[in-house]
């Protein structure tokens, strides 16, 4: 075999750059996430801090639409706008700072409002990754929407109001495989072995070792000889607690013992007696993954369908023929004499090989009859999806024109959560009620000094009509619509910073397929972020 080529130096340079987000999602991930192309609406300081926390990572490219030309106010809030930029173009201003964070990002910008490239370019945001619009209208966001919507395009509408800070995601369908659970179990089929492996551990005699032997079993053969010893006794493998620790009292009387019959301190039995609780257990699908299974576009696969649902499809009929998903292949630390820590994790990697081969297979059937290219869904497509299929993911989000249009979406909901002292849902109506104010009157409530007090009468009507349309009768405090008048549609840097790298870091997720998204649906099934005086809450 030909010996790996060294990395040339600018690879090498650029995996030391950005060693530690490699580190997170992995060479893949970081392509996915320089192959990625984010539009970003406005220049708004929220847009900048938006793409500031995806330029330093790298992200591939960036446009910027904006037809405004920057404003004295827009230099306070904006920390990519200087005093010399004041009447220049705010989305070349923007792109020209925010391009120098990064020469390995590339960056356009377009000095149109986002009317005219609907207007006179419908398929414009066609090849777009992913869309961000800041500070939009109620008009605007509806169109937006019902454009984005049936592209699968994902769309986060945000905005950034004083020291509020809102976050909407809307996506068709967003799926992810390498998920990244905070808590993931090893995957040791202890008491359902495949044969490999317990023909292999069926090969160990406990009883028989010698103590310096005996302290370095790897702790999974230890579980193995008692759970079937506990099989054997009791027709059955321990499932309560009581069960449980009378199977740990069996696994220390399987200790050595001293000339005073005391057991030896060994830290391998100690690991088995830790590992009882998540290793002493069948391997039952996750409801997430029947669910995935079992969904239609998974049943039903047609010509259209992605390689997520193919491969889905593929690993449907590997479970219902093997009643088990593949081997995850991999195997946790653990005390053990090197030689048999080694064998026993070659034993689950030749099984997690075979059974991602046997997935491949079917899913290169799949292919065929589909009409698809071979080509689409790859041998390493497949091992990692094997890998991760217990912890695959699905996203799917309302559509938020439909919200807009439906008067009586949500309603009753939403009526309760007024009701309630605790709950942010004014905040959501208020700012709804804004955009409203916004498309009538062309201007922000309290945008100018002499207009608060006669803007506050305009919001109150704005928003008694949004509550009259949405059917619901709940009050916002009159202190709350105050508030938001005095803010005179302000952005804060700091609110926008905090926000912006917030949002940024879900667009990545969202790029990379990594990582479950922040909010994975609401109780308006969709993600709504707010925050408050640098705290964050969302509706779940």
């Known amino acids: 075999m030909d010996s790996m080529s060294p990395k040339s130096p600018e690879q090498s340079e650029k995996n030391k750059k950005y060693d530690r987000q490699l580190r997170l999602w992995g060479d893949h991930g970081q392509q996915a996430l320089e192959n990625a192309h984010i539009c970003v609406v406005n220049a708004t300081s929220l847009g900048t801090e938006i793409l500031k926390s995806l330029v330093l990572p790298g992200i591939g490219s960036f446009t910027i639409i904006d037809g405004s030309k920057v404003r004295e106010e827009d230099v306070g809030a904006n920390f990519f706008l200087d005093m010399e930029s004041i009447g220049k173009s705010r989305a070349e201003v923007a792109a020209q700072f925010l391009l120098e964070l990064n020469p390995d990002v590339h960056g356009d910008f377009i000095d149109e409002s986002l009317q005219q490239i609907l207007n006179n370019n419908p398929s414009f945001f066609n090849n777009f990754s992913l869309v961000v619009g800041t500070s939009l209208s109620e008009q605007e966001i509806g169109l937006l929407s019902a454009k984005l919507w049936d592209l699968n395009i994902?769309?986060?509408?945000?905005?950034?109001?004083?020291?509020?800070?809102?976050?909407?995601?809307?996506?068709?369908?967003?799926?992810?495989?390498?998920?990244?659970?905070?808590?993931?179990?090893?995957?040791?089929?202890?008491?359902?072995?495949?044969?490999?492996?317990?023909?292999?551990?069926?090969?160990?005699?406990?009883?028989?070792?010698?103590?310096?032997?005996?302290?370095?079993?790897?702790?999974?053969?230890?579980?193995?000889?008692?759970?079937?010893?506990y099989f054997q006794i009791n027709g059955k493998f321990p499932q309560t607690y009581k069960e449980k620790e009378s199977f740990k009292e069996m696994i220390r009387k399987k200790m050595k013992l001293d000339e005073n019959g005391i057991p030896h301190h060994e830290e391998n039995f100690e690991e088995a007696l830790h590992a009882v609780n998540f290793a002493i257990t069948s391997t039952p699908i996750p409801n997430e993954i029947k669910n995935i299974l079992n969904d239609d576009k998974c049943v039903n696969l047609t010509v259209k369908s992605k390689p997520f649902w193919i491969m889905a499809r593929a690993l449907k009929d590997f479970f219902e023929k093997e009643k088990c998903l593949p081997v995850r292949g991999t195997l946790p630390d653990m005390t053990a004499e090197t030689k048999s820590y080694v064998n026993l994790q070659q034993i689950y990697r030749?099984?997690?090989?075979?059974?991602?081969?046997?997935?491949?297979?079917?899913?290169?059937?799949?292919?065929?009859?589909?009409?698809?290219?071979?080509?689409?869904?790859?041998?390493?497509?497949?091992?990692?999806?094997?890998?991760?299929?217990?912890?695959?993911?699905?996203?799917?989000?309302?559509?938020?024109?439909?919200?807009?249009?439906?008067?009586?979406?949500?309603?009753?909901?939403?009526?309760?959560?007024?009701?309630?002292?605790?709950?942010?849902?004014?905040?959501?109506?208020?700012?709804?009620?804004?955009?409203?104010?916004?498309?009538?009157?062309?201007?922000?409530?309290?945008?100018?000094?002499?207009?608060?007090?006669?803007?506050?009468?305009?919001?109150?009507?704005?928003?008694?009509?949004?509550?009259?349309?949405?059917?619901?009768?709940?009050?916002?405090?009159?202190?709350?619509?105050?508030?938001?008048?005095?803010?005179?549609?302000?952005?804060?840097?700091?609110?926008?910073?905090?926000?912006?790298?917030?949002?940024?870091?879900?667009?990545?997720?969202?790029?990379?397929?990594?990582?479950?998204?922040?909010?994975?649906?609401?109780s308006l099934q969709n993600p709504l972020l707010v925050s408050l005086s640098g705290t964050m809450r969302m509706y779940l």
């Not at 004083?162 to 799926?175: C, D, K, S, Y």
């Not at 292999?200 to 999974?220: F, G, N, Q, R, T």
């Not at 700091?494 to 790029?511: N, T």
């Open 154 to 229: 994902p769309l986060i509408i945000c905005r950034s109001y004083g020291f509020i800070g809102a976050a909407r995601l809307q996506v068709n369908e967003h799926t992810v495989i390498e998920s990244h659970p905070d808590n993931q179990n090893p995957d040791l089929r202890i008491i359902q072995p495949f044969p490999a492996l317990k023909e292999h551990l069926d090969s160990y005699d406990l009883d028989s070792m010698e103590l310096k032997d005996h302290a370095h079993v790897p702790y999974v053969v230890i579980l193995y000889k008692c759970a079937q010893q």
């Open 350 to 522: 030749d099984k997690a090989s075979k059974d991602a081969d046997s997935v491949y297979k079917r899913a290169q059937q799949l292919l065929r009859q589909l009409n698809q290219s071979p080509d689409s869904i790859s041998e390493p497509d497949v091992k990692l999806f094997c890998k991760h299929a217990s912890d695959l993911r699905i996203l799917r989000t309302t559509y938020i024109e439909s919200e807009y249009k439906d008067r009586v979406y949500n309603s009753s909901y939403i009526a309760s959560q007024l009701e309630d002292p605790d709950s942010m849902m004014d905040f959501y109506v208020i700012l709804r009620s804004i955009e409203r104010f916004y498309t009538e009157f062309k201007e922000y409530p309290g945008d100018l000094d002499d207009h608060v007090e006669p803007d506050i009468v305009k919001l109150k009507t704005c928003l008694s009509k949004l509550l009259a349309e949405i059917g619901c009768g709940g009050l916002i405090k009159d202190d709350v619509i105050h508030e938001f008048c005095r803010y005179g549609g302000a952005e804060l840097h700091s609110v926008s910073a905090f926000l912006g790298g917030c949002i940024a870091h879900e667009i990545i997720k969202l790029v990379t397929s990594q990582i479950s998204i922040l909010a994975n649906g609401s």
